[in-house]
């Protein structure tokens, strides 16, 4: 299901910052941290709906994303 735009972009604002809150990283770095995520793919895509979800699982989703991703 694909969302309205505007939403979305509600919802990325959202969780650009809650992930800047929850990963206590700076707001730039979280935006970036964002848009390269397969989260942020996912969303946009609109795979699994994962619009609907909370922007702070959503923040912590990306979070553990990336901490996969390090370990590669």
Do not use: W
């Not at 604002?13 to 992930?19: F, N, P, R």
């Not at 793919?41 to 553990?64: F, N, V, W």
């Amino acid at each position: 299901m694909k969302a309205d735009r505007a939403i979305l972009q509600l919802t990325y604002s959202g969780v650009i910052e809650s992930l800047s809150e929850t990963g206590n990283i700076p707001l730039r770095d979280a935006l970036d941290m964002f848009y390269k995520s397969q989260t942020y793919i996912e969303m946009r895509d609109g795979i699994s709906d994962m619009h609907c979800r909370s922007e702070k699982y959503l923040a912590e989703e990306i979070i553990r994303e990336r901490r996969v991703n390090e370990k590669k």
